[in-house]
């Protein structure tokens, strides 16, 4: 058996940090750690008692009533959310009794709506985890109170049994009674009494004091493997899942916003500049009338300045998000991108059905670029654009004859581009030798 | 000439309505949706209505919708349907079945008031007024690709000031040829689509453009 040592001792020849070790086994009794974590075993059954009944309840009534009224789902996620309030105390409870620091897990994600609330309140698995641990914790709590005070309880009345043992005299024992009907009935008692017995006793009491700070230990560190496990972050899968949920709302929220900064040019700037170019217009023709030639030419040239100020805005809506993308789908919306290449553009697109929207969106964001790129720099007589499906995902295809030599890295708009497809879990492949052809594909999940 | 005007933006139905009026067409209705622009329509018949592609309530297709329907139970009407942008998907669907007293154009064309006025007439006189760019977009998405891609450069540059809805000698007059080259020129692309002649300018070019987006 090791000598006591120090909680913490120092390292003599260097100046290090000191270097932590296990406490002696003879003054695991008295440090403070021992006690804390006896008061937190002690507290697990109140607290088990608590979140145990809450979490039965409250789930057995909402289980109870799904099939009834449907009341019984959003009881089901309240309960889980209550479970992760819970969970905040319990952690709390860990850190300062158990020294156990757990980060909390990431908030709910919810999801928009009442339906998005419930289902995202169902689905919470972080919510679920700190349930099991309400569960777990009634009989966890039993276990350990009754372990941990009896042992404490045992080894210290062992300890004091030569003090107590007179006590047994009043009732005409000679001690602690081990077996036997007692003094007032036939039959042989055995008692703990005489010199050998009691010592013995005492021994076992003093053993039993210093083995508890270790079964204290052990229990303690089922607790923190449940907190750790049950309410701290999400694992690694779980984050990912939660990081894909959350990106794809960050998705969908910019593809709505381009919707609407799209309609709220064609409603303001857009319907103000057609009608200045009206006025303009008529302007141009009454003053062509009167032959007053230099407010003429001046008037003139301000028509022609907003009349390719609204072609350039109409171009910049358009790359944004066009309305026929919305009703009518990829296929429609490609022939215009197609019919403004400078080069003749064959388009085909085979889809079963319309993608999700924030997909459609990047798909045509895609076309459209790869095809102002074919434009400005591909020196190309034709281009082709396929559009079509494969095990359960669709590709875009934008093919060109011209010079190649297209490339991610060059700084260029493909970058960006690549940026954008992955996204929503895209990738873009470029094949473009010097000398061309080029051929970039774009696959995207459906 | 009578014109109703459906358009959402007040600016702009102000705008349309005094320039149509100051050039001596009478506004007999100028409504906000499309629902409005069908009832209104059907009740006072009038020439020509001039209508917005995006209206209320979804500021999508709602102009494109009526603009069909009324094509449909009142032939007599013409329809002019202005837009932000011009897609050929749309131009496919306004063109279907009756080919008269129809025009696509994109809102900028307004600017252009003279050449805007005289679009209008045309509609209501039964003509055409399609926008070069539906055109080009037609050529580009034909599914008969083959016969489209035997046509010349000069050919589709005929057939797309054609759309627009001027005569041989106005097309003449634009591409600065003689109107016989013209002549030759439109007998070319019907021979190359195999198509039948007919006589009169507008419904030859829709017969065209309705068979490119078929």
């Given at each position: 058996m090791s000598m006591p040592s120090p909680v913490t001792a120092y390292d003599?020849?260097?100046?290090d940090a000191p270097v932590r070790t296990r406490p002696g086994i003879l003054r695991a009794p008295f440090t403070v750690r021992t006690w804390t974590d006896t008061i937190h075993l002690v507290l697990n059954l109140p607290v088990g008692i608590v979140g145990f009944t809450y979490a039965v309840v409250f789930i057995a009534l909402g289980i109870g009533l799904t099939p009834l009224f449907l009341i019984g789902l959003p009881l089901i996620a309240l309960t889980l959310l209550g479970s992760r309030a819970f969970g905040r105390m319990e952690r709390a409870r860990a850190s300062a009794l158990l020294d156990e620091h757990v980060r909390a897990p990431a908030p709910l994600q919810r999801r928009p709506g009442w339906t998005g609330w419930i289902r995202s309140g169902l689905t919470d698995r972080t919510g679920w985890r700190a349930c099991l641990y309400l569960f777990l914790q009634l009989p966890w709590g039993v276990f350990t109170f009754v372990v941990t005070t009896v042992s404490w309880a045992a080894s210290l009345s062992a300890i004091t049994y030569p003090l107590t043992q007179p006590l047994y005299r009043r009732a005409?024992?000679?001690?602690?009674?081990?077996?036997?009907?007692?003094?007032?009935?036939?039959g042989v008692d055995h008692y703990l009494a005489g010199p050998g017995l009691v010592s013995l006793t005492v021994a076992a009491g003093v053993v039993l004091l210093f083995a508890t700070p270790w079964l204290v230990r052990g229990m303690a560190n089922v607790d923190r493997v449940m907190v750790r496990g049950l309410l701290g972050p999400a694992f690694l899968s779980e984050q990912v899942r939660d990081l894909t949920v959350s990106r794809g709302a960050a998705v969908d929220t910019a593809a709505s916003d381009l919707r609407r900064i799209e309609r709220d040019l064609h409603d303001g700037a857009q319907a103000r500049l057609v009608a200045l170019a009206m006025d303009l217009g008529m302007a141009k023709e009454n003053l062509n009338a009167s032959q007053d030639t230099e407010t003429a030419r001046m008037v003139s040239s301000a028509h022609d300045e907003v009349k390719l100020a609204l072609q350039e805005l109409r171009d910049l809506a358009r790359g944004i998000h066009p309305a026929v993308l919305t009703d009518r789908g990829l296929d429609a919306a490609l022939s215009s991108i197609a019919a403004r290449c400078t080069v003749p553009v064959r388009v085909e697109v085979d889809l079963p059905e319309r993608p999700p929207a924030p997909i459609e969106s990047v798909a045509y964001f895609c076309a459209s670029e790869l095809l102002t790129n074919v434009s400005k720099h591909a020196r190309a007589t034709h281009a082709w654009v396929t559009v079509g499906h494969e095990n359960g995902r669709m590709y875009l295809i934008v093919a060109d004859d011209g010079a190649g030599g297209a490339a991610?890295?060059?700084?260029?708009g493909l970058a960006g581009l690549t940026e954008r497809v992955r996204g929503v879990d895209g990738t873009l492949n470029v094949d473009s030798p010097e000398g061309g052809p080029t051929r970039i594909t774009v696959w995207l999940p459906l | 000439m009578r014109v109703v005007i459906a358009e959402d933006s007040v600016l702009l139905r102000d705008g349309l309505s005094r320039l149509l009026t100051a050039r001596g067409?009478?506004?007999v209705g100028a409504v906000g949706d499309a629902e409005q622009l069908v009832a209104v329509a059907t009740e006072?018949?009038?020439?020509?209505c001039v209508v917005d592609v995006r209206m209320p309530p979804t500021h999508t297709d709602e102009g494109i919708r009526a603009a069909v329907t009324m094509r449909a139970t009142l032939p007599e009407v013409g329809v002019l349907v202005l837009s932000q942008y011009v897609e050929e998907q749309y131009a496919t669907e306004l063109l279907a079945g009756n080919t008269s007293g129809v025009g696509y154009l994109?809102?900028?064309?307004?600017?252009?008031v003279g050449e805007f006025v005289a679009a209008v007439e045309r509609v209501a006189g039964g003509g055409t007024a399609l926008d070069p760019e539906v055109v080009s977009q037609l050529l580009g998405r034909s599914r008969k690709r083959d016969v489209v891609e035997k046509l010349t450069p000069r050919e589709r540059e005929v057939l797309g000031l054609m759309a627009e809805g001027r005569t041989n000698a106005a097309v003449a007059q634009a591409l600065v040829v003689s109107d016989g080259a013209v002549e030759k020129h439109v007998s070319n692309i019907f021979g190359k689509l195999g198509l039948a002649p007919s006589d009169t300018d507008h419904r030859r070019v829709l017969a065209v453009l309705a068979y490119l987006g078929s």
């Open positions: 003599g020849s260097t100046g005409d024992m000679p001690g602690a009674m081990i077996s036997g009907d007692g003094p007032n009935e036939p991610t890295g060059k700084g260029s | 067409h009478e506004i006072l018949r009038p020439d020509v994109l809102k900028d064309r307004v600017a252009d």
